[in-house]
C-alpha cells in the first residue's frame, strides 16, 4: 500500500534528524522527546479537507505540502514559540497519482528545513478526499508564552504584514476558473502566494516572543473582525480599529478596483492571512521597531486600540461599527 | 458553525482540568505544556476514516468516540508509558445530526475520563467523509520507553490477551448486514466489543514499562504476523510462533465453528486487538506474574520464541511455515 511509505519517504528524503530532545523519532509506536529542558511546550494541531480548506484544481501539490505545514507552524509562532516538531496524517485518495504524492512531499520537505522542523511521526490511509491533519510541537521560554488574554485598554493594536491578500487570491481562483496551470502565468503573483504558499511569521513570533512587551497575540486565520474578537472575548475588551491605518497592498487595491471589491472588507473579513496580530503598549514601539530593525524584520503596523468594553469596531471619519465575528468562513 | 463546538463542548463536559504538566488547555493557538518534568515525553497519532476504518452502519458513536481514542492511548501503552493528552481533530459530515455527534462527544469523554488523559484541543471542520484524527501525549520514566528494537534470540514473544476477536467481529458486521440496533442483540458481545469499543492496555503497559525485562513491545493493530514483523525488522531477529500456545478465546472458537473459519487465521493476521505483544527473557515469567498479580492484571501468555535470522514463523506440528506480514490491512 503506497501510503504506508509516505512518512518513510518524508524521513528518507530529510536524512538523518538530529535534535539535542530528540530520542526516538519515525519508526515506533510513539515519537520519544526529552523532558530534559525548562522551556515550556506547544502543541497545535489543524485538519484541512479538500474542497473546505483547499482545491486541488489550482493548489499545486508542492505548494499545499509546504502550505500544510505552515498553518500549524503560524499558531507556534502566534504563542512567541519556536517550532521543532511535526507529525503528519494524510487520507489519500487514490486518484492522486504517485507524481501528485510526489510533489506533495517535495514541497512539505521543502517547508521542514525552511522551520526547522523535523517529522517525527504521522499516518497515511485511504480515503475519497484528501484530508491533511498536522500536529507541531514547540517550545517557548518558561512561562513565556504569549495568550490571547492580557489586551489591556490603552494597548495599540499591530499587525505584521498586509492583509487580505489570500482573500482577494481566492475570489481570483473561484470566479476566473482557475487552474494549477495558471498560477505561474498570472498577473498576481504576491495574491497567489498569499493563499498558495503562506509563510508563517516564525523568526518575528519568535521576536515579539522574547521582545517581552506584547500583552496578546494570535495568528490570523479567520480575518482579523473574528481573530481580534477571540483576543477581546479572552481580555475581555474591545477593540476599535482605524480604517485610515489599513493601508492595502498595491497589489490587492488595483485587484479589487479591477473587480468591483472594496479591500477593506478583504482586510477585516478575508482568513488565511497567517500574519500575527498582536497588542502592546505603544510606549514599547521604538523599542519594538530597533529590535525588528536588528533583525532585518520588517515593522509591524499599529491599526488600532484596545478599549474598555466589548466587540470590535471599525472607526471610519466620524463613524464607528460593529464588525464583531464577520470574519471568514470556511466555504462548508 | 457547529463543529466549531465540538472541542469546547468536551471541554465543558469533562470541567476544569488540571495536571500538574498543563499550563494552558484548550482555547488559544496552542497548549502550553510545563517542561519541568524529568519524564520522557511520547507522541503519536492516528487518522481514522469512515469506511475505511469503521463504519457508521454498525458503530454506534459513543462506541466510535471511546475507540478514537483508545486506538492512540494504545499506542502509549506500548511503549510502556502513560497517556496524559490528547488533541482531537474531526472532519464532521452534516449527515451527521447534533444526536450523532453529542453521542460520539459522550463516548469520547468517557474514554478520558478512564484513562485519566485530558482533551488540550483540536479542530473541528466540515467534510464529506467522517474522518477522526487523534493526538496523544503521554510520559514515560526517563530512557525506559520500549521500543521495537531490542528482542534478542532466546526471548519468549508474549502477547497480554487474545487475539482475533476484532476480526471475528468485522466478519460478522461484514457479512451479516449488521446495522447499530443489532449490537446490544448479538449473541457476541465478546466479539463486537473487541471491534467496537477496544480497551488500551494501559496498566499493562505502564506494568511492563516499569518492570524493566521487557526488550520489545508493541501494540497488536495489524495482526502479529504483521506488528512481530515490525519487532523482527527493527531489532534483526526472526520469530517463531506455536500454533499449539494459540488456544482460541472461546466466542471465538464458536464463531469460527458456526461459520467455517479457521481461528489460527485470524489469530495471527487479524487486526485491531489493541493487545501488547512483547519479548523478555522468559526467565523474568515468574518476577513479571508476580507483578501482575500484585496489580490483578492477567498474566500475558508466551506464544512463540525469538530466533536468530528473519521472517516470522509459524510451527505447526513438526513444520515451520513463513507468515511475515500476512496480516490486515485496513480495507481500502
Known amino acids: 500500500m503506497r501510503e504506508r511509505h509516505v512518512i518513510s519517504q518524508i524521513a528518507a528524503l530529510t536524512g538523518p534528524s538530529s535534535h539535542p530532545l530528540l530520542v526516538q523519532g519515525i519508526g515506533d509506536d510513539c515519537a520519544v522527546l526529552s523532558g530534559q529542558i525548562a522551556d515550556d511546550h506547544l502543541v497545535t494541531t489543524d485538519m484541512l479537507v479538500e474542497g473546505v480548506h483547499f482545491d486541488c484544481r489550482w493548489h499545486p501539490a508542492h505548494l499545499l505540502g509546504r502550505k500544510s505545514l505552515a498553518v500549524s507552524v503560524s499558531d507556534i509562532a502566534a504563542m512567541g514559540g519556536e517550532a521543532r516538531f511535526a507529525l503528519l496524517s494524510l487520507a489519500l485518495p487514490s486518484r492522486l497519482g504517485d507524481a501528485w504524492i510526489a510533489e506533495f512531499i517535495e514541497g512539505f520537505v521543502s517547508k521542514l528545513a525552511e522551520e526547522q522542523v523535523i517529522l517525527i511521526g504521522g499516518d497515511t490511509v485511504g480515503g ?9 510541537l514547540g517550545g517557548v521560554a518558561q512561562g513565556k508564552a504569549i495568550k490571547r488574554q492580557g489586551a489591556r485598554p490603552g494597548d495599540g493594536i499591530y499587525v505584521t504584514g498586509p492583509l487580505g491578500l489570500a482573500a482577494a487570491a481566492l475570489h481570483l481562483c473561484q470566479n476566473q476558473c482557475f487552474k494549477i496551470e495558471d498560477v505561474a502565468m498570472s498577473p498576481w503573483p504576491n495574491l497567489l502566494k498569499a493563499l498558495l504558499d503562506p509563510e508563517a511569521q516564525s523568526a518575528m ?10 500583552s496578546a497575540m494570535q495568528d490570523i486565520s479567520d480575518g482579523i473582525a473574528t481573530d481580534l474578537a477571540h483576543i477581546c472575548q479572552a481580555s475581555r475588551v474591545a477593540a476599535e480599529i482605524f480604517a485610515d491605518c489599513l493601508a492595502p497592498h498595491p497589489d490587492l487595491e488595483n485587484y479589487c478596483r479591477l473587480v468591483g471589491l472594496n479591500p477593506i472588507d478583504l482586510q477585516l473579513r478575508g482568513g488565511e492571512d497567517y500574519q500575527l496580530l498582536f497588542t502592546m503598549p505603544p510606549r514599547r514601539e521604538p523599542a519594538l521597531f ?16 484596545v ?3 466589548a466587540g470590535i469596531w471599525l472607526r471610519q471619519g466620524g463613524a ?6 464577520q470574519g471568514y468562513e470556511h466555504r462548508s
Open 320 to 325: 464607528a461599527t460593529e464588525i464583531t465575528f
Open 128 to 136: 475519497d478526499k484528501l484530508v491533511i491533519s498536522v500536529t507541531v
Open 290 to 305: 530597533l529590535a525588528c530593525a536588528a533583525e532585518s524584520l520588517p515593522e509591524p503596523q499599529r491599526i488600532g486600540v
Open 307 to 309: 478599549r474598555e468594553g
Open 205 to 214: 513570533g519568535m521576536l515579539l516572543g522574547s521582545f517581552g512587551g506584547v
